[in-house]
C-alpha cells in the first residue's frame, strides 16, 4: 500500500539514523501501516554496525506523535486492539532494548502512544511547542505501551500518578522541570540540538556506550549490589577492546581518538 510505504522514513547523516514518523495530518498517529513499517526500521538500524545513534521524531511541525490511530481504532474488533497493543508493546521494548542510545526530538504533541514511544528512548529532547502526556485514562484506557511503568521510573511514582490519574497535559517547561524531558529548545534548533548530543555520542567508544546503556538499564531494576555487579561485569568488557588502548594512545599523543568498536 501506498501509505505504510512512507509513513515512516528513515535516514542516516553519517553514524546517525534519523526516523521520522509521517503522516503529519494525523498527527502522525500509529496505525497498523505505521506500526509494521517502524518495526522495519529500528530491525534495520538494529543490525547495522555503523549506525551509532538512533534520533526518533515526527514529520511536520505539530506533532511527534498523536498516539494510535484512534479513527482506526473506532472500527477495530476487540481482538485486533489486542494484536496492535502486543506489537506496540514488542515495539517499544525493542526500541528500548536497541544496545545504541535513541533520542527522542519531540516537535509538538506527544500523547497516548506517543509520549509512551518517547519514554522508551534513552533522551528527550523537546522544542518549545511540545505538549507530553498520557491522555489514556481520558478514553477510560490505561497507558498500554509501557506508559504505567516507564513514567514512575523516570520522574517518580507519585508524579507519574498525577500525570496518568488526570491525563494532564504539560508543556516542555513543565517536561523540563519534572525530569520528563533532558532539554527544551526553539522549535527551528530541535533537529541541530539533537544531532549535536548524538554526535557527542558519537565521540565515545561504541562499546563503552553499549556496555554503559546495558549497565543503567539492567542495574536500576534491581538492588544496588546486583547493579554494581552489572557494572562490573560491563566493565570487563570493555577492558581487552582496541578501542580503550586507543583512547589511552589518543590522550597521550595529544589526538582525537579513531575507535572502531572493536
Ligand atoms: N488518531 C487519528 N487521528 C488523529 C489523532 C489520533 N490519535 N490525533 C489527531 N488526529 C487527526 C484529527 O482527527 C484531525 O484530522 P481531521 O483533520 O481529518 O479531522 C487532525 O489529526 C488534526 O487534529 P485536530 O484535532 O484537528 O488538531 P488540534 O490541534 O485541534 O488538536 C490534538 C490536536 C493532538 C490535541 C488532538 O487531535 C487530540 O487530542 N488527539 C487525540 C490524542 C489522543 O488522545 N491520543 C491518545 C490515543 S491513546
Redesign the pocket.
Known amino acids: 500500500m501506498a501509505e505504510s510505504q512512507n509513513v515512516v522514513h528513515i535516514e542516516r547523516q553519517e553514524k546517525v539514523a534519523v526516523i521520522t514518523l509521517n503522516r503529519p ?3 502522525n ?1 500509529i496505525n497498523f501501516g505505521m506500526l509494521d513499517a517502524l518495526t522495519e526500521a529500528i530491525d534495520s538500524v538494529r543490525f547495522d554496525p555503523e549506525i551509532r545513534v538512533l534520533i526518533i521524531t515526527g514529520a511536520g511541525e ?2 511527534f506523535c ?6 482506526e481504532r473506532h472500527e477495530m474488533p476487540e481482538i485486533r486492539v489486542k494484536a496492535f497493543l502486543h506489537t506496540l508493546r514488542r515495539l517499544y521494548s525493542d526500541i528500548e532494548a536497541l544496545s545504541k542510545p535513541v533520542i527522542s526530538a519531540v516537535n509538538g ?1 506527544a ?3 506517543g509520549m509512551e514511544m518517547a519514554l522508551a528512548t534513552d533522551i528527550r529532547i523537546a522544542s518549545m511547542n511540545a505538549s507530553m502526556g498520557l ?2 485514562t481520558r ?1 477510560a484506557v490505561i497507558p498500554g505501551g509501557g506508559g504505567t511503568q516507564r513514567l514512575p521510573r523516570i520522574i517518580g511514582k507519585a508524579k507519574a500518578k498525577e500525570l496518568i490519574f488526570t491525563g494532564r497535559r504539560v508543556d516542555a517547561r513543565e517536561a523540563l522541570d519534572v525530569g520528563l524531558v533532558n532539554q527544551i529548545c526553539e522549535p527551528h534548533l530541535l533537529m541541530d540540538e539533537a544531532m549535536i548530543m548524538a554526535q557527542m555520542i558519537c565521540e565515545a567508544g561504541p562499546i563503552a556506550i553499549e556496555q554503559a546503556k546495558y549497565a543503567i538499564d539492567a542495574g536500576l531494576e534491581t538492588d544496588l549490589g546486583t547493579g554494581l555487579g552489572i557494572e562490573s561485569n560491563a566493565y570487563r568488557v570493555t577492558i581487552p577492546t582496541q578501542d580503550r588502548l586507543e583512547g589511552i594512545s589518543a590522550f597521550l599523543e595529544k589526538r582525537k581518538p579513531v575507535y572502531t568498536g572493536r
Not at 498523536?66 to 479513527?71: F, V, Y
Open positions: 495530518d494525523a498527527m498517529a505539530k506533532a498523536a498516539g494510535a490511530d484512534l479513527k504533541f500523547l497516548g502512544g491522555t489514556e478514553l
